[in-house]
């Protein structure tokens, strides 16, 4: 009698253990395919931000319009506006404070081989500069036989600015020289944008803007 009694127990034991067990393994994997949902979650989301930065920037480039297909900042919201003009790849960025708000397709100056040290250099200078109250609808400069619109100085009042694509002398776009925005440098030391860029810039830019020119 006892004997079937130690029985009935070991088997009622091995059932709890086996119900245990199996609950077990049921939470393991259910917390498994929660950690696998993140996972996947968190993989989209990203994904959706990247396409949604990305599809912002006009494709194929216009020279003529705006560089995003969304609207310019509203600088009156914004709390610390500065400007990055990256020269290698051919975009300035608008900040607010460590976020950029806006991306603007651009052209620097070309790079030539530096004298002293024998390294190639752009003819942009690099280094942090600030927005000067030099500004106007248009320019032309008579011995670059180049000319620009819609111009904001940034260094040595009126010799280094933000302006449009190049114009011809008779107030032309440079088409050959227009196709090179936001892909190639080619200005000589001025930082070339499209035209509503340009415009944009001219009419918004509050003076003693920071600009930081690298690359």
Same mark, same amino acid.
């Given at each position: ?27 393991? %994997? ?24 990305? *599809? ?5 480039? #216009?020279?003529?319009?705006?560089? !995003?297909?969304?609207?310019?900042? #509203? @600088? *009156? ?11 290698? %790849?051919?975009?300035?960025? @608008? ?38 109250? !030099? ?12 000319? %620009? ?19 011809? %002398? ?16 080619? *200005? ?8 509503? #860029?340009?415009?944009?810039? !001219? ?13």
């Amino acid at each position: 009698m006892k004997k079937s009694r130690y029985v009935v127990y070991a088997l009622f034991c091995l059932i709890i253990a086996f119900i245990g067990i199996h609950s077990s393994l049921k939470t393991s %994997a259910s917390d498994q395919e929660k950690s696998a949902a993140t996972t996947v979650t968190k993989k989209v989301a990203q994904k959706q931000t990247t396409t949604s930065s990305k *599809s912002a920037m006009r494709t194929p480039i #216009d020279w003529q319009k705006s560089s !995003e297909t969304k609207e310019y900042p #509203d @600088l *009156s919201k914004v709390k610390h506006f500065w400007i990055k003009v990256d020269l290698k %790849a051919n975009r300035t960025y @608008l900040y607010d404070g460590d976020h950029v708000i806006y991306t603007m397709y651009s052209t620097g100056g070309i790079y030539k081989k530096d004298s002293k040290t024998g390294k190639m250099k752009s003819m942009t200078p690099t280094g942090t500069f600030y927005v000067q109250q !030099e500004r106007g609808d248009s320019f032309y400069n008579a011995k670059l036989k180049e000319g %620009a619109n819609y111009y904001t100085s940034w260094l040595n009042h009126g010799e280094y600015l933000f302006h449009s694509v190049p114009t011809n %002398a008779d107030g032309s776009y440079n088409k050959k020289e227009a196709a090179k925005l936001g892909k190639s440098t080619g *200005s000589h030391g001025c930082i070339r944008l499209s035209v509503a #860029d340009a415009r944009w810039m !001219e009419e918004n830019l509050p003076v003693g803007t920071k600009v930081e020119i690298v690359g």
